[in-house]
T-cell receptor, first 118, second 117 residues
Framework: AQKVTQAQTEISVVEKEDVTLDCVYE???????LFWYKQPPSGELVFLIR??????QNEISGRYSWNFQKSTSSFNFTITASQVVDSAVYFC???????????????FGKGTHLIIQP | DAMVIQNPRYQVTQFGKPVTLSCSQT?????MYWYQQKSSQAPKLLFH???????NEADTPDNFQSRRPNTSFCFLDIRSPGLGDAAMYLC????????????????FGPGTRLTVL
């Protein structure tokens, strides 16, 4: 069965610092998808990125960057020059390829509560 | 804007009194999901619809039911809410997966926070 581990329960940094959120996953499938979602206090889960198991290229989007390493089963998320608005709970999630090619739910990690202090 | 809408945002019910939560989407996605998220925990999948095909997670209690009358709407029915069912309920949608993309991104609504008195 699949599993996602986010070992950091809470991280607190001062604004403008860089911060990395760790994500380690377990799966027996060779085809799978990894996601990061942001959950601000309002509660809505906001999609940030999706990466499939065949694409190990790192990605940068503005102040956000993601480092996917299959060798260590990790999909870490870095925010550079953090801002107060980045304060939220961040979830890493995994989706395996459903047998028959159908849809499947997400397996979430427990989330990392990121606090950016002014 | 295309989106996932959940009503109401906050729902209060009494112990044992049936309650229905609503989700609608304008994304025209074929797959709809219901997740339960308890305080300070990760969302947990309850069930999902692939078009009209209902897929229940093995550990979802019988107390939870779902209906999907058409592509746009999906309902979560809790037949006899207990105190332990107090949580945020999140609805999500995704497109029908294809050969090139067996799993598509799930887009979430704002959630309904359920309180059981």
């Amino acid at each position: 069965a699949q599993k996602v581990t986010q070992a950091q329960t809470e991280i607190s940094v001062v604004e403008k610092e860089d911060v990395t959120l760790d994500c380690v996953y377990e799966t027996r499938d060779t085809t799978y998808y990894l996601f990061w979602y942001k959950q601000p206090p309002s509660g809505e889960l906001v999609f940030l990125i999706r990466r499939n198991s065949f694409d190990e290229q790192n990605e940068i989007s503005g102040r956000y960057s993601w480092n996917f390493q299959k060798s260590t089963s990790s999909f870490n998320f870095t925010i550079t020059a953090s801002q107060v608005v980045d304060s939220a709970v961040y979830f890493c999630a995994l989706s395996e390829m459903y047998s028959g090619g159908g849809a499947d739910g997400l397996t979430f990690g427990k989330g990392t509560h990121l606090i950016i202090q002014p | 804007d295309a989106m996932v809408i959940q009503n109401p945002r906050y729902q209060v019910t009494q112990f044992g009194k049936p309650v229905t939560l609503s989700c609608s989407q304008t994304l025209n996605h074929n797959v709809m999901y219901w997740y339960q998220q308890k305080s300070s925990q990760a969302p947990k999948l309850l069930f999902h619809y692939y078009d009209k095909d209902f897929n229940n997670e093995a550990d979802t209690p019988d107390n939870f039911q779902s209906r999907r009358p058409n592509t746009s709407f999906c309902f979560l029915d809790i037949r006899s809410p207990g105190l332990g069912d107090a949580a945020m309920y999140l609805c999500a949608t995704s497109r029908v997966p294809g050969v090139a993309a067996p799993t598509d991104t799930q887009y979430f609504g704002p959630g309904t926070r359920l309180t059981v008195l």
